[in-house]
């Protein structure tokens, strides 16, 4: 059995990355609120990058982890290795 860890760059992408499209267009992933997280998984994640992103800070958000997010973008906004 290949289990693989968390992908720190997917973590990184998520404070550092905007989402591309719709009402929160132009803002961080990781600002995204959860209700509207709540709503694009009724509707269906999109099939690439950005959906894998969107889900992926959903469940973070969902099991109350968001505080990691938060631990990144202070270390990447300090200058300290990540």
């Known amino acids: 059995m290949n289990v693989q860890g968390p992908n720190p760059q997917l973590l990184i992408e998520l404070v550092t990355q905007t989402m591309p499209f719709g009402k929160y267009k132009g803002t961080l992933y990781y600002r995204i609120p959860v209700n509207y997280l709540e709503w694009m998984a009724r509707e269906g994640f ?20 968001e505080f990691l997010l938060l631990e990144i973008k202070k270390r990447l906004d300090s200058g300290a290795k990540v």
Request: hydrophobic share 35%; charged share 20%; glycine share 10%.
């Open 46 to 65: 999109p099939k690439n990058k950005t959906g894998m992103l969107l889900s992926t800070l959903y469940e973070i958000k969902l099991n109350g982890l």
